[in-house]
């Protein structure tokens, strides 16, 4: 069963990736947060850096395409394919209400025979294999079971489903119930994701369901940096290491943008989840939050590790 990081969009751009890589792996593969082309412009420029090779040295990237015409996704998948690239996956699950109104991400799921047309053009003409990532439906998670008869007319790579719909966002509990009649049934390689947070977690998915090709981790990775690792067996997590993760991430950003004021909203965007390793340091975490330049910020961050 393989381990993913999942594509957080504003989180998982190629400098956490590389870092996050480079400090503690585990992960057998990454997904890039959405490209969104639209017709004459498969790629900006900041998503051409986000998925260039050369960027990217060191991990196993796929990339994520967002769109609701095959032509559209096409054109992308064809200079995803130039760069190198042999899979690409296509996001049917971003909830986002400007996303969904489009039609797009989740949006795709409102219309299943919309749906298959897009496949049909898109599984004849990519230059390589495409994943899909969805959720279970936009309402009710019982319409699941018709995307999965759309899903396996087609020769996906692999189907990454979090196990939740639409109108839930990222509230409410996975539903591993309807999740486990879609394993059952299931005829194409499947992946799970929603709120794997833990060893334990993982670990009771796996007996629940030994037969995934894949598990899908995304803000799990981000509470605990070591999770893949201690998945795999590994060591939790020590205090040096994620002084020296934080460094490096800080020190990268600050190269790539210009300002303290970008960097630091990257890095504060990370406490967010950082925040629950260090409970009992709610002082320490405000001050962090409310560093208004990057030397005051650095100078929290060490107090506060210092601290714990
Ligand atoms: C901030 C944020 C950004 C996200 N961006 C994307 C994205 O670009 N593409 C995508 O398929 N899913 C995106 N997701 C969804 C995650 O990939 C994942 O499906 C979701 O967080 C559930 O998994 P988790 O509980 O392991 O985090 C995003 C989630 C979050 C919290």
């Not at 796929?62 to 992308?76: D, E, H, Y």
């Not at 790579?157 to 591993?176: C, F, G, M, S, T």
């Not at 590994?234 to 002084?243: H, I, L, P």
Request: charged share 30%; glycine share 8%; net charge neutral.
């Amino acid at each position: 069963m393989k381990l993913y990081f999942a594509p957080m969009e504003g989180i998982t751009g190629y400098i956490f990736r590389t870092v996050f890589a480079k400090h503690f792996g585990g992960a057998d593969q990454y997904y890039s947060p959405f490209l969104a082309p639209v017709q004459d412009q498969w790629m900006t420029n900041r998503e051409r850096g986000d998925v260039l090779p050369e960027h990217n040295e060191g991990i196993r990237l796929v990339p994520q395409i967002m769109a609701n015409r095959a032509s559209v996704f096409l054109g992308t998948a064809r200079v995803l394919a130039e760069m190198g690239y042999q899979e690409v996956n296509f996001n049917c699950g971003c909830p986002s209400g400007t996303v969904v109104a489009k039609g797009k991400g989740a949006g795709m799921l409102r219309d299943l025979d919309g749906l298959r047309r897009f496949l049909e053009e898109a599984c004849a003409h990519a230059p390589m294999e495409i994943s899909i990532k969805t959720r279970l439906g936009m309402r009710e998670p019982e319409e699941v079971f018709d995307l999965m008869e759309v899903l396996q007319d087609y020769p996906l790579k692999e189907w990454i489903l979090h196990a939740r719909v639409r109108e839930d966002y990222y509230k409410n509990q996975p539903r591993r119930d309807i999740f486990k009649e879609v394993a059952k049934e299931c005829k194409l390689p499947l992946c799970y994701n929603g709120d794997i947070c833990t060893v334990e977690d993982f670990k009771e998915m796996k007996e629940m369901f030994p037969q995934l090709s894949g598990m899908m981790i995304g803000r799990g990775a981000l509470l605990d940096p070591s999770l893949f690792r201690r998945i795999r067996g590994g060591c939790a997590m020590e205090k040096r290491e994620f002084a020296a993760f934080h460094e490096e991430l800080c020190a990268r950003y600050e190269e790539y943008m210009s300002g303290d004021r970008n960097t630091l909203f990257k890095m504060k965007e990370l406490w967010a989840y950082w925040a629950y390793m260090f409970p009992d340091s709610s002082k320490a975490l405000k001050k962090i939050r409310k560093a208004n330049s990057l030397k005051v910020y650095r100078q929290e961050v060490e107090q506060l590790l210092e601290e714990n």
